[in-house]
């Protein structure tokens, strides 16, 4: 009867370690699979933010034109200033595309090296992580008929 | 049976037949051995069942992997193809199934939106081709781009006054053909039927309906009305179209509710950009002055005839050198 005993206790213990090894190799498994999916995630997080500058700097209501022509990637500052003006009206409709997003285009003033900094977009919620894309573009000004420099900085908000 | 001889007999005397040779006759070890292998043989089962388990788990989160890495992709294929205009593209994707509506697109229950993007094309794409296709709609300033999508295995049959001119507009890589209204009797497979100004009779269409949509376009390229019909000419409902754009969006949409609901998301465009315009005026009125008279407030409706007044103005500003409206 002992000798049966041992030998069933055996068997429960060779099955106990087993599961206890096949328990530590699934752990391990799952930490190496969310390490990866962290990565890809923040891969396709940095990719959005370079998509959404890439629609931003296509939106009709921001690109310079003449007459029929769209020019480059190009801004009209009376465009920039009434999407400023306007855009709250349509938060909706612009949180559908860009999402948690901090979208600004910065005028690089070359006479006293500063900036102008005109806020298009600002919807951060609670998120936390972001990433940055940006666009050089130049900005037209249909009064003066000038160009300037400038870049939008797209900031893409994340869990 | 043996009767065994005195060989085999243990010590009491008994006679020990055959089988004893396997199961020795011994009381307490007897039901053991048996125990023991069904013991074995239930937690061999439940071990290859929890593998089986794992393998089918994972076979599982892989397929979801794959479907969301596909969609992934076309959603980039889609900025793509977005941004860029009067363009086509034949584009290679995995054997799927496409399902698109006029707000999201989906592959084997993984969805993804569309968003503010202005879509048309069939609810079901298969194949390992997709037509992608986008024309900037400017009503008279461009107010978005149209993205269309098919795929070479829907066929494309323009019959009437205007199926030439569409016909040259559309893609080279779609699968299109001209017909007389008298030769529709013999297609076969899915095909989708568009006439312009012009309607068969229910005699003349393709004796195999179960594939065909039918759509007729009353209009000329810039303005008129699309209706939709089923595959017995009941009419299943109609809308207007303004400008080329949204006439080949009816050719691409696969029933009237998804033209109708992509033509409101193009409307909805419409009013954000022209609002904007509005404001970029008021703000240039307010710098500048009106020039003469020329600035002025944009008509809020949508229609051909304030195409063509937009149209005029800004050509009036262009040449007195004043700030344009677009």
Known sequence: MRKAQVKLWTTIAILVVFFVILMFGFIFYTQVERISLERSQKEAEARRSIAIAQVVTNLPELQCSLGAVEKGICFDLYKILAFEDVHENYWIYYYDMFGYANISVKQINLNDDTETVYSLYENIGDKQSFTTGFIPISIYDPINKTFSFGYVEVKNYYD | ?326
């Open chain 2, 1 to 326: 049976m043996n009767i065994q001889d005195t060989k085999n007999k243990k010590g009491s005397g008994k006679i020990r037949i055959f089988p004893d040779r396997f199961f020795p006759k011994r009381k307490k070890g007897i039901v053991e051995a048996q125990l023991t292998w069904v013991f074995i043989l239930i937690i061999g089962v439940v071990i290859l069942l929890f593998f089986v388990g794992i393998a089918q788990k994972q076979k599982q989160i892989a397929d979801m992997k794959t479907s969301a890495n596909i969609l992934q992709q076309l959603d980039g294929i889609l900025t793509g193809a977005e941004v860029s205009s009067g363009t086509s593209s034949l584009i290679k994707i995995p054997k799927i199934e496409l399902k698109l509506d006029c707000n999201s697109f989906s592959i084997d229950g993984m969805t993804k939106s569309l968003k503010t993007r202005v879509v048309f094309s069939p609810d079901l794409i298969k194949g390992r081709q997709l037509i992608a296709y986008n024309l900037d709609w400017s009503v008279p300033y461009r107010v978005t781009n149209f993205l269309y999508l098919t795929s070479p295995e829907v066929r494309y049959i323009l019959v009437g006054n205007l199926a030439e001119e569409v016909y040259e507009t559309l893609p080279e890589v779609m699968n299109k053909e001209i017909k007389n209204i008298n030769e529709l009797k013999n297609i076969q497979g899915k095909a989708k039927l568009i006439f312009f100004n012009t309607l068969p009779a229910a005699e003349q269409l393709p004796t195999t309906k179960e594939d065909i949509s039918i759509v007729k376009i009353e209009g000329d390229l810039n303005e008129g009305k699309i209706i939709f019909f089923d595959s017995n000419l009941n009419k299943e409902g109609e809308s207007k179209y303004i400008k080329k754009e949204l006439l080949l969006g009816g050719i691409f949409a696969e029933n009237i509710e998804y033209y109708a609901c992509a033509k409101e998301k193009a409307e909805k465009k419409f009013d954000v950009v022209t609002a904007i315009y509005q404001n970029r005026i008021d703000q240039l009125i307010n710098e500048y002055g009106d020039c003469n008279g020329l600035l002025q407030r944009l008509p809020p409706t949508l229609s051909l005839s304030n195409i063509h007044a937009v149209e005029t103005q800004n050509y009036q500003l262009q040449i007195e050198g004043c700030p344009t409206i677009y």
